[in-house]
């Protein structure tokens, strides 16, 4: 249930497949959630600016349902996304949504 999607200004990112693989481990870490619910996506070449500027930038959505721990979170994956893909930290937002399990569907029904 756990799911982070990673949208960057980037063409392209080295070894996309790796770096979805990382964020989904880390992420089932950070959570305790068991990976095999955890999702990870990545949008490379979205157009965006931040402060104003259109030099690489990232948006990253978590969501899930409960175990957010955003200042931890945040540290561990900006120092993640900025390692692997050279966007600086600071042009990096995270935005966390705490979902009802109600409001979070998967193999024909709701977690809640």
Do not use: H
């Not at 980037?10 to 619910?37: C, H, I």
């Amino acid at each position: 249930m756990p799911l982070l999607n990673l949208r960057t200004s980037l063409a392209s990112v080295d070894d996309a497949d790796g770096l979805l693989q990382q964020l989904s481990s880390l992420l089932a870490e950070q959570t305790g959630k068991p990976e095999a619910y955890v999702m990870t996506l990545l949008e490379t070449g979205v157009p965006m600016t931040f402060a104003g500027s259109p030099e690489p930038c990232a948006y990253v959505e978590v969501k899930s349902i409960g175990a957010l721990r955003p200042p931890a979170m945040t540290a561990a994956f900006c120092d993640l996304i900025s390692a692997r893909t050279g966007v600086p930290a600071n042009r990096i937002y995270i935005g966390f949504d705490d979902v009802p399990a109600s409001c979070w569907g998967w193999n024909g029904s709701t977690f809640g």
